[in-house]
């Protein structure tokens, strides 16, 4: 079913509780792929009702990014729900989500700000104020929807980390399901943004889960000094790409490491044909 406007949701929502079912939330901004078929799945296995979201979010890009080629493709995401048993997709207007006629900035709008210390790295350093953004979608999505369950990809790593936070903080009562990346059989992580790239692009983008691997291989060979293991990233680069940053940090509180360990998590973030990409991996698998 799909549902463009709030109170609409709401009203299924009201009667999914009162028959007291468990409800779960995959919020996605669409261009579905198998990423989020692998959430949705989770989500009905876990879960009486899910709903999906599937909204452009434009308070999360900046004034250089992509939002108005962000690829929108509401049909075939609605077919790939309808498909996997999706009870609900939720596909609200900008305006619907914040308001008739508003002026879409912190000057008027109630933003939901997270920890300078959690934002001001890894993505968050050169796209200032997308946390903002993403959490105060997130947190209105959880109001609208009231899920027991929200499902998130490991892919955005320092997006599931900030909103954990956010709903520790604000003792928001919803239990966080984060997921496994999904990649192509060749390792690259799939993400809506590969629609950009050529197949020679998706050939030298693999340079991000080669070097994340590398690292890993590294590590469990007893190399710990973080420089070093990042260091290592060199040899796989060409002037094809742009490095953005390669990071290894806590894999919970996203504390830079000197010495890896167990508990440590390396990103990367680079752009191939002007595409940015993003990749991470966990040095030590639970």
């Known amino acids: 079913m799909l549902l463009h406007k709030i109170d609409e949701v709401r009203e299924s929502i009201i009667k999914w509780k009162k028959e007291g079912l468990t409800v779960g939330l995959v919020p996605t901004m669409g261009a579905l792929h ?8 989770k989500a009905k296995e876990t879960c009486d009702k899910v709903v999906v979201s599937d909204f452009v979010n434009p308070i999360q890009f900046g004034p250089s990014e992509d939002f108005d080629k962000y690829p ?9 729900c309808n498909e996997t048993g999706v009870d609900i997709v939720f596909a609200p207007s900008a305006n619907e989500m914040y308001g008739e006629g508003q002026r879409l900035s912190n000057d008027t709008l109630t933003y939901v700000c997270p920890p300078f210390f959690y ?16 959490c105060t979608v997130v947190l ?15 892919k955005d790593a320092q997006q599931v980390i900030v909103i954990k936070k956010m709903v520790k903080d604000l ?6 399901v984060q997921c496994p990346i ?4 060749s390792g690259l992580a799939l993400s809506s943004r590969n629609k950009y790239l050529s197949e020679a692009g998706k050939q030298d983008a693999l340079v991000l889960s080669k070097i994340l691997n590398n690292i890993k291989v590294c590590y469990n060979r007893g190399i710990t000094d973080t420089d070093a293991l990042k260091e290592t990233a060199y040899g796989f680069l060409t002037d094809k790409h742009e490095m953005e940053y390669l990071e290894i940090v806590d894999k919970e509180t996203l504390e830079d490491k000197k010495q890896a360990d167990d508990n440590s998590i390396a990103l990367i973030a680079c752009r191939v044909e002007n595409v940015r990409l993003i990749d991470n991996i966990y040095l030590k698998e639970d």
């Open 34 to 41: 198998n990423g989020h078929l692998s959430l949705i799945k």
């Open 72 to 80: 929108r493709t509401l049909d075939a995401d609605m077919e790939l």
């Open 119 to 134: 934002v001001n790295k890894l993505c968050g350093k050169s796209r200032v104020g997308h946390f903002d953004g993403v």
């Open 140 to 154: 209105k999505l959880f109001n609208i929807v009231q899920p027991d369950f929200a499902f998130f990809g490991q």
């Open 171 to 176: 003792n928001v009562p919803i239990k966080i």
């Open 182 to 185: 999904v990649r192509e059989e």
